[in-house]
């Protein structure tokens, strides 16, 4: 994107981060792999890495921003978020499906739909949910949409959610919803089949689905909130977790739904990024003590001031 996106999906594998960054990059044309975050000599009683080795991979696939974590086998991850890649030709979607689908499992098989020409869903080797779209003639201004899938007790709550996401962040909008009508199934007439939404400028989707799943949103994948001043990790913090979400550790955090959110300043990657190990050793004690992230303290930390005695005060508190 020739903008940097504000919200980007941050994705949670085993100890396949840059395995499945490279993997990715190679399956979509105008991709690159960019920044990796090693892990240094602290934090391994909590992530278990070698120093050395990739705790995050940042990647980009048709101009979109991934990050890949090396989180250990704690989460997995469920179609209750998937991946629409908006495809310019049929054959287009079956190349992408042909690769994404070696080693994985369809979830809606590869063929012609009431809604497209050309649509298959899949869970790729590492479980990972990609729906594959020939678009036709409609207009396409995002070729890679998160979608969030609304089950179990949160059926029905698809609008609810994308109210909520919308009034809290900027430059959002409520796009084309399409709703169940009478005798859909187990779908409650007037719930969402699909709609589309824009928060910070870059469009979601979501829908409700009162089928039989046993799965729902969890940690695997998150959406990392980069953030400027304190400010604005105050105001997404609180705003997130407002109604009944859950405050995390090291900037997570869940909504009201069980979505993951990371709400992160942006001067921490070039922190954790320093040649210097002694700065990057001293930011990680700083930031792992946290809930909420502090900018001071990892600025106080990272000049080597009294970031860590102030960590420890903010956990007390």
Same mark, same amino acid.
């Given at each position: ?11 949670? =594998?085993? !100890? ?6 490279? %993997?990715?990059?190679?399956? *979509?044309? #105008? ?17 278990? @890495? ?8 940042? =990647?980009? /696939? ?22 629409? $890649?908006?495809?310019d030709t049929r054959e287009q979607v079956d190349a992408l499906w042909?690769? %994404? ?19 298959g869903w899949v869970q790729d080797r590492y479980g990972l949910s990609?729906?594959?779209? *020939? ?5 396409v201004s995002q070729r890679i949409t998160p979608t969030l899938m *609304? $089950?179990? #007790? ?15 962040? !900027? ?32 469009? =979601? ?17 998150? =959406? @990392?909130?980069? +953030? ?21 550790? +090291?900037?997570?955090?869940? &909504? ?6 990371? $709400?992160?300043?942006? /001067?921490? &990657?070039?922190?954790?990024? &320093?040649?210097?190990?002694?700065? /990057? ?15 001071? /303290?990892? #600025? ?18």
């Open positions: 994107m020739t903008a940097r996106q504000r919200i980007t999906p941050s994705l949670w =594998f085993d !100890r396949q981060a840059e395995e499945s960054a490279r %993997l990715y990059t190679s399956i *979509f044309k #105008e991709s690159r792999i960019g920044n990796i975050v090693r892990a240094g000599s602290e934090g391994r009683e909590v992530h278990g @890495l070698p120093a050395g080795t990739p705790m995050t991979v940042e =990647f980009e /696939v048709w101009g979109h921003r991934f990050i890949a974590i090396n989180g250990g086998p704690i989460f997995k991850f469920t179609p209750a978020v998937s991946f629409l $890649v908006a495809c042909d690769r %994404l689908a070696q080693g994985g499992m369809a979830l809606m098989e590869l063929g012609r739909y009431p809604f497209s020409e050309r649509y990609w729906q594959v779209m *020939f678009m036709g003639d409609r207009p *609304f $089950v179990g #007790e949160l059926c029905g709550k698809a609008e609810e959610a994308i109210r909520f996401y919308t009034a809290l962040f !900027r430059r959002a909008s409520v796009g084309d919803t399409v709703r169940y009508g009478a005798g859909e199934g187990r779908d409650k007439e007037g719930t969402i089949k699909h709609a589309s939404f824009t928060i910070e400028g870059q469009e =979601f989707a979501a829908m409700d689905s009162a089928l039989e799943h046993l799965f729902s949103f969890n940690e695997a994948i998150s =959406f @990392l909130i980069e +953030c400027e001043t304190q400010g604005e990790i105050d105001y997404y913090w609180e705003g997130l977790i407002a109604g009944g979400g859950q405050e995390g550790v +090291c900037g997570w955090l869940k &909504d009201r739904f069980g979505v993951s959110w990371q $709400v992160v300043p942006g /001067v921490l &990657d070039s922190m954790l990024l &320093d040649p210097d190990p002694e700065k /990057v050793s001293r930011v990680t004690r700083a930031f792992m003590s946290m809930k909420k992230f502090d900018i001071g /303290v990892l #600025e106080e930390a990272y000049k080597g001031k009294s970031g860590q005695s102030k960590a420890a005060e903010e956990k007390k508190r």
